[in-house]
């Protein structure tokens, strides 16, 4: 579906990604992994063609994603930005039409599309006509999913979809969006600092380290086979209640 080949990209003298080679497999999900800064967030946006290439080749189903042909090529794309990037003035359903609109699809294939998306996602229809200030973190999450999913894009990238919620929010969220996953059988390539919700989520595991991949796989593979001491200590840093627990007895 989509493919990195020897990618690099600098802002400046900061040498932000690459050179990286990377597939997204068509009807999987695809994880982007690793601390803050490592170009995870970077990579993503070279790849729905927001920020071009220094130098490498990035291909969209077989096509060549250039500065010129990016914008159309988007419109076969679903982001969702860190924190969900709504806008504040407009209404729940201005910011899942938004694209829509702009593309002058009928009212009412808008109409039914918006109420199939709302019982996808569990999201109230009573609530549609509410600015994003009255929603609470979760509904905004889906929100910004509905806007990403509302064009029925063959790809679906995130940015950190659940960074910003509480954790019991964060975990209902979770099970709902992978559900969603499997429902759409969509292709989907995700980013997270959080090795658990990669592992979760994931069919394949990328994990970047200044703008570089250092391993990828299956999360079976980075637990059973790390690729070095960076590897080890970026899985053994993520400490769960069960750590903490046999921390606490010993």
Partial sequence: MLKLRNVTKR?????AVGPVDLEAETGRTTVLIGPSGCGKSTVLRLMIGLTPPDHGDIEFGGTPLTTANA????????????GGGLFPHLTARGNITLMARHLKRG???MTDRVQALCRL????EV???RLPGHLSG???QRVALMRALMLDPEILLMDEPLGAL????????QAELRDIFRTLNKTVVMVTHDMAEAGYFGDTLFLLRDG?????????NFIEAPADEFVRRFISAQRGIGDILAEAGS
Wanted: proline fraction near 9%.
């Fill in 121 to 124: 996602t569990h999201f109230p």
């Fill in 107 to 109: 009212a009412t294939d």
């Fill in 71 to 82: 914008p159309a090529l988007r419109q076969r794309m679903g982001y969702v930005i860190q």
């Fill in 166 to 173: 509480d954790p019991i929010i964060r975990h209902d969220l």
């Fill in 127 to 129: 609530a549609l006509d």
């Fill in 11 to 15: 802002f400046g003298p900061v040498h």
């Fill in 138 to 140: 979760g509904q905004c």
């Fill in 212 to 220: 570089l991949i250092v391993q990828s796989g299956s999360f079976r």
